[in-house]
């Protein structure tokens, strides 16, 4: 069975329809691509999947349970972290303080804990502390922990979105455009991050990608996307030859 | 029957008040997304230099209503310049925060310059009232207050929608960069729009110097943030919103002052402003929007 | 070597230690009669005030919302505490504890429905309800409706005053500096993202709020306990922007910045107390020139420490060690 599964999902936003019918089957350890001409609708499936939008109608199901209707933070604790196009980091916070935020819904001490400094507090805030530092050194920015995540260069910051995304432990990786803005060494060791994690974690990873190097490079199967609705579904060889995509490439180069 | 036609005169009344603060208020955040805390105080300032004209200078109610709408323009573009274009960039709350202390500079420099006496304004209108049906009773300066207020309006509309400038306050709002590429001198418009904003707050001080009779440095405070509630109601930025909003706002005080107690007539204005904002934020008038993710 | 448990042990006994020593001669002094009554007026309004802007802070710096209606919940707390001693004759520690509770109540139905709105409008929002909560004071006679309520027995006294401070200044310290805490800045620094990465955004708004309103609840009981008569007019906004003063100046965000700056503060306002507008007029002009010079206040988000003198040397340290690698 799918791990998450997408069925005619669709959204307008004032009559205008953004996304219709759209349908995936994501199974475990899969690596997905979702491409497609700007403004196809990308972001917005992504949103959709995150609970940022409600669907106008469809449904995703995590597991054969529903997704539609929950919030963002209650479809993270089922185990879905994303990135964003344009990097939402908490800015003026250290990089450290940033994972540990990611941590938050695995903190093993309460409300009480923390305003009596009951052991556990110490314990709990020593595990969080590790593990936080554990993840930076898988990403290479360990020894950047104690700096403002503002003022990280934008590849590392591009980095450091994914570890937070990682520190929420989740199951299933949204990527939108982790290549953005990269020049292509970067890329090159984002894509051997991609596949690292992914079989360390166990995870199933889909994200979004202009760069076609990428795309081609690390995912499996790759889903088309234009103007809304699904033009294309295949492995990146077969993607490289549809008639179909090429067009929707093409005819938006052209206009 | 006859408490509630009177009750709607009075309201209509005090309601011009508020429209007209509301309109300086509704124009400024339309233009710079800025509650201008300062604006109720313009119209505290209007009113003192209304009462100086008037009662000082011995001038007639027009020439003093002029005096007070030019000066008060002027204070209103002294007050952007220095204290709000610097931080046009600048967290929004950062500039909430310089707007609250030119709110209270104005009110209590004022208190240091005239005394927290209240001052009586000179009666350049002598009362008269006129009899209606019954007991029902208006008077030439509830008459006046709205004929003043109405004319306003009219001129308000035909500088945003007909002048040059109107149709840069419009773009400006819309768009402040797509404007700018345009070569709508920004700075220019958003000074016009506050100079604007506070000659019609100061024409509602001197109005309501006429009205009550009585002025104080403090009077802005509660009119400004019930002029607010007002703009809020209508739809911040929409003009048609912050007038319709003021008359709403006067009348139903002045309803509850007639029917209930009055001094449940503050709470209840701001009751409102929470009903609107947890109901339709974006106001009667308003469209809802949402951040792009 | 030494746990991180055992060693925060023996700072925080430190610390105890230092702030005993601080309520023992200051107690000592008040009690032989050596301090002026007028300087005790002063520590006991400074209490009240950290109380005040240090909760103030959790909300408008930590959380990054915008209240400036944090007077109509001490008046909550002040009315309800008053009500427990002089209608009830109940123990000034349950007083204390019904009049914070009826605050933290009040903050959780402002909060509830209002934290959707975005900061601006929040703001007019928290005011809106500071003057409701005076209008209803105004209007019920029970509670002495506009003429105030007096006669409330004086139980509040410097003992009292100074450890709930402490208190206050602890509980809000411990919260900020947790997971929870990380989850209330996270919102002020990015609510799409926080709640992306699993935050109850909603949650955490509230409970900021709601803490924040319980403090401000306890610093109207200890008012009412110590001037022993209150007036709806002494919470209205310009109680709630004096507040705010003092959180923007010490830093939003940085709690040793609101205790410091509500020291000042308080003092700067008794030596002015004869002129009441030049005092308003200078705090009006501090605030813009704060926005105008420096937005982040006297501490910005930064914590005074000693550390802060220490870390410094040793930055320098480490980056002249680091240029000696790289060379």
Redesign the interface.
């Known amino acids: 069975m799918a791990l998450l599964s997408v069925n005619d999902l669709s959204i307008s936003f004032g009559g205008l329809k953004a996304v219709s019918n759209f349908n995936m089957q994501l199974h475990k350890n899969d690596l997905a691509g979702l491409i497609g001409p700007n403004g196809a609708g990308k972001t917005t499936v992504f949103n959709m999947l995150t609970g940022v939008y409600l669907p106008t109608s469809g449904d995703i199901q995590l597991d054969g349970k529903s997704l539609v209707g929950l919030k963002p933070y209650q479809i993270n604790h089922r185990g879905v972290a994303r990135t964003f196009q344009n990097i939402r980091l908490f800015n003026d916070l250290t990089v450290i303080d940033n994972l540990k935020i990611a941590y938050h819904s695995h903190a093993r001490y309460g409300l009480l804990g923390a305003i009596c400094r009951l052991p556990g507090f110490y314990a709990g805030e020593k595990e969080i502390h590790e593990k936080s530092m554990e993840l930076l050194k898988i990403f290479k920015l360990d020894h950047k922990y104690d700096e403002l995540a503002k003022n990280l260069p934008y590849g590392e910051q591009r980095r450091l979105e994914i570890a937070r995304a990682m520190a929420t432990k989740p199951r299933i990786l949204l990527l939108d455009e982790p290549a953005a803005g990269m020049n292509p060494q970067e890329t090159h060791e984002l894509m051997e991050l991609i596949r690292w994690i992914r079989k360390e974690f166990d995870l199933t990873i889909l994200l979004i990608e202009h760069d076609m190097s990428l795309v081609m490079g690390v995912c499996e199967i790759i889903y088309v996307l234009d103007y809304g609705q699904i033009i294309a579904i295949g492995t990146p060889d077969e993607i490289r030859n549809n008639r179909r995509v090429i067009e929707a490439y093409l005819g938006e180069e052209a206009s | 029957m006859e408490v509630f036609l009177q009750q709607l005169i009075n309201g209509i009344s005090l309601g011009s008040i508020y429209a007209l603060i509301a309109l300086g208020y509704t124009m400024v955040y339309g233009i710079v ?3 201008n805390f300062a604006h109720g105080d313009v119209y505290m300032v209007g009113a003192y230099l209304g009462f100086f004209a008037t009662a000082i200078l011995g001038w007639p109610f027009l020439p003093a209503l002029l005096l007070s709408m030019v000066v008060c323009a002027i204070l209103g573009m002294v007050i952007e310049k220095l ?1 709000y274009t ?2 046009r960039n ?9 707007a ?6 104005l ?3 004022m ?2 310059l005239v005394t ?1 006496q209240v001052r009586t304004f000179p009666q350049v209108l002598p009362e008269v009232q006129y009899k209606l049906l019954g007991n029902l009773v208006i008077t030439n300066r509830q008459i006046i207050i709205l004929v003043v207020t109405i004319a306003l309006m009219l001129l308000l509309q035909y500088i945003v929608h007909k002048t040059k400038i109107g149709k840069a306050m419009r773009a400006v709002s819309h768009d402040k960069q797509a404007a700018q590429l345009m070569g709508i001198n920004v700075n220019k418009t958003i000074s016009a729009t506050f100079a604007i904003g506070s000659a019609l707050a100061a024409a509602a001080g001197v109005l309501v110097g006429i009205y009550y009779n009585a002025i104080n440095p403090l009077m802005g ?1 509660m009119p400004g ?1 019930k002029a ?2 007002a703009a ?1 109601l209508g739809g911040i930025g929409i003009i048609p919103g912050a007038m319709t909003g003021g008359f709403l706002l006067g009348i139903v005080e002045a309803m509850v002052s007639g029917y209930g ?1 009055s ?2 007539r ?2 209840v204005a ?2 409102i ?2 009903i609107i ?2 109901v339709k ?1 974006a106001g009667l008038f308003g469209k809802n929007v949402r ?1 792009k ?1 | 070597m030494m746990s991180m448990f055992e060693r925060k042990i023996g700072r925080q006994i430190g610390i105890l230690l230092v702030l005993a020593a601080v309520w023992g001669v200051i107690d000592f002094m008040i009690k032989g009669g050596i301090l002026n009554p007028y300087y005790e007026l002063n520590l006991i309004l400074i209490g009240i005030n950290i109380i005040l802007a240090v909760s103030l802070n959790l909300i408008n710096g930590f959380n990054g919302q915008f209240s400036i209606g944090h007077a109509g919940f001490m008046a909550v707390g002040a009315y309800g505490a008053a009500m427990i001693t002089i209608k009830a004759h109940l123990p000034f520690v349950i007083a204390l504890l019904v009049g914070a509770l009826l605050a933290a109540i009040c903050g959780i139905l402002v909060g509830l429905p209002t934290l959707r709105l975005r900061g601006d409008y929040l703001a007019i929002a928290t005011l809106g309800f500071g003057e409701i909560i005076r209008g209803l004071i105004v209007n019920i006679d029970y509670i002495g409706g506009a003429y105030g309520l007096s006669g409330i027995p004086k139980l509040a006294n410097w003992t009292w005053i100074f450890w709930l401070t402490v208190l206050t200044v602890l509980v809000i310290w411990n919260f900020v500096n947790s997971t929870h805490g990380r989850a209330t800045i996270s919102i002020r620094e990015n609510e799409i993202a926080a709640e992306a990465m699993g935050i109850n955004t909603t949650k955490y708004k509230v409970m900021a709020f709601t803490i924040g309103s319980l403090f401000a609840g306890l610093a109207g009981g200890l008012h009412a306990h110590y001037f022993y008569t209150i007036q709806p007019n002494t919470f209205n906004f310009l109680k709630s922007f004096d507040i705010l003063v003092m959180v923007v100046l010490g830093g939003q965000g940085s709690i040793t910045g609101s205790i410091i700056a509500a020291i000042a503060l308080t003092i700067i306002s008794a030596s002015l107390q004869k002129f009441a507008a030049l005092r308003l007029v200078i705090y009006a002009l501090l605030l813009i020139i704060i926005m105008l010079f420096r937005p982040q206040g006297l501490m910005g988000t930064k914590e005074f420490s000693l550390k802060m003198f220490r870390k410094k040397s040793k930055d320098k340290e480490g980056k002249q060690h680091g240029t000696a690698i790289g060379q």
Request: net charge negative.
């Open positions: 997304q800025l509650i204290a610097p931080l600048a967290p929004r709350i950062a500039a909430l925060i310089t609250i202390g030119v709110s209270l500079f009110e209590y420099g208190m240091l927290p405070i943030l607010f509630v809020v107690k001094l449940y503050d709470p701001f009751v402003l929470i904002l947890i934020p951040e993710v």
